[in-house]
């Protein structure tokens, strides 16, 4: 498998006809081009038959031969199809570092995918703060079904030689999130990566990208082998979409070859007209992160400013004990939004966007938090995240509720934590929003 490149012959395989006039790699379009210009042109070049701007959806399952083998790429929609080749050649251009794209149905499917390449009897190491479902598939599939061990650490806090003893000869993979769900703790993703460099089995490092997307942190960057994205939040961004996806570095053809097969193999692959939305998504990516950045942080001042809030945890705002490594994770072209906009504002920012998710404990517990999402006018209460649309939701009684009670108390999601996702609305009516809410919180019920 060769890195996506694109070259008059290999865009016949984006957008399904040939091409003659556009010779860009990725690695010219890295070198060439801004984030948000990636996004909208890698995978996208017009097509010359028809001279249509945007990629038509193909929904062929299969394609003629004009001799046995003889083919324009495409053989069957299961192995290939041009908008799958379209999103993929999107996301390793907007993932820095990025040379291999690899697509799945889910997120899920993404995680069952990576955790089955890894064989039998493997251990890994994962964040302790993992997805609900991640941490369900890896110590109830794949754990019966692949005798997968799995040591969950808190890769927050823990010493390298906490983390050091944690590794074993048949360790071949660390499973990072940061921000975790829904407590946004924040893992130095460098730090881990040398760590896992001086340990023997040499395990790859993946990371979770699904919270801060590929606007924001660039973890293959800062040395992770694997980035993975649940493609249903931010990069589709349109909450009309399951999907999820690989990137990987050009250092790694044996290893995409070996998820390209399984993707194929296991066959949990996005349809056509999904990845076609999802790359639309993925052009204007670096307009809404900017925007639910702004908006989150200004929310969360809102939030920090309320005698109804008892702790905020937003790891952009400055008060936030690991401000400082949030800003050093950032991304190159976020850091350039950031600064600017930190420039602008001077110390009135009072932090600066990361992001569009923030949690906060409300004054008072499940009462309080339950009036306070039902009050709420432009956060809709329910799961999910990173549309353009404000979500709020409960996650010791929704997205976590299958923790059991005692792990929950131990992570910090108690009943009274409330996890925003913060939508691309105008700032000050979700700041209103959010101020009307806690007020009615904090109304004695009869009151409401
Ligand atoms: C961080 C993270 N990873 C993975 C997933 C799973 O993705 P999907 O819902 O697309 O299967 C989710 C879903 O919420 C998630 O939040």
Not at 103 to 117: H, N
Not at 322 to 329: G, K
Request: some cysteine; charged content about 20%.
């Amino acid at each position: 498998m060769s890195p996506i490149i694109f070259s008059s012959e290999s865009a016949a395989q984006t957008n399904g006809h040939a091409h003659s006039n556009s010779i860009h790699t990725i690695k010219e379009h890295a070198s060439l081009d801004g984030f948000g210009t990636r996004a909208i042109h890698v995978g996208s070049e017009p097509n010359p038959e028809t001279g249509a701007v945007i990629p038509a959806i193909s929904l062929s399952t299969t394609y003629k031969q004009h001799g046995v083998g003889n083919h324009k790429g495409f053989e069957y929609s299961r192995s290939g199809n041009p908008n799958r080749n379209a999103l993929e050649a999107t996301l390793a251009a907007i993932e820095s570092g990025g040379a291999y794209g690899i697509a799945f149905a889910s997120g899920s499917s993404t995680t069952a995918t990576v955790l089955q390449s890894l064989g039998p009897d493997a251990h890994i190491v994962s964040v302790n703060d993992v997805y609900g479902g991640t941490f369900r598939y890896m110590t109830r599939v794949a754990a019966e079904n692949q005798g997968l061990e799995a040591t969950f650490v808190d890769l927050e806090n823990a010493s390298d030689d906490e983390i050091l003893a944690s590794f074993r000869p048949n360790t071949k993979l660390i499973w990072i999130e940061t921000p975790t769900n829904p407590t946004l703790r924040l893992v130095d993703i460098a730090r881990i990566v040398s760590l896992a460099r001086s340990a023997p089995s040499n395990p790859l490092v993946l990371v979770d990208n699904t919270f801060l997307s590929p606007f924001y942190q660039s973890p293959l960057v800062l040395g992770a082998d694997i980035v993975m994205h649940s493609l249903t939040k931010y990069v589709n961004g349109h909450s009309d979409v399951v999907m999820g996806a690989l990137i990987l570095p050009a250092h790694h053809a044996a290893l995409a070859e070996k998820l390209r097969f399984l993707q194929n193999a296991i066959g949990a692959v996005p349809s056509a007209y999904d990845c076609w939305l999802a790359q639309r998504g993925a052009k204007t990516l670096h307009l809404r992160m900017k925007a639910h950045g702004a908006n989150a942080l200004a929310v969360a001042r809102a939030l920090q400013s309320s005698s109804h809030v008892e702790e905020v945890i937003y790891p952009g705002l400055a008060s936030h004990p690991r401000n400082d490594l949030a800003y050093r994770s950032l991304s190159s072209h976020a850091r350039a939004y950031v600064d600017r906009y930190v420039k602008e504002r001077g110390d009135e920012a009072g932090g600066f966007p990361y992001g569009g998710m923030i949690s906060f404990r409300i004054r008072g517990g499940a009462t309080e938090a339950n009036k306070f999402l039902t009050s709420a006018r432009l956060f809709t209460l329910a799961e999910s995240l990173g549309g353009v649309e404000s979500l709020a939701e409960l996650p010791a009684q929704m997205t976590h509720g299958s923790i059991p009670p005692a792990e929950r108390a131990l992570l910090g999601i108690g009943d009274n934590l409330i996890r925003l996702s913060v939508g691309v609305e105008e700032e000050e009516d979700l700041v209103a929003d959010i101020e009307q809410a806690l007020a009615a919180a904090a109304l004695p019920s009869k009151d409401l």
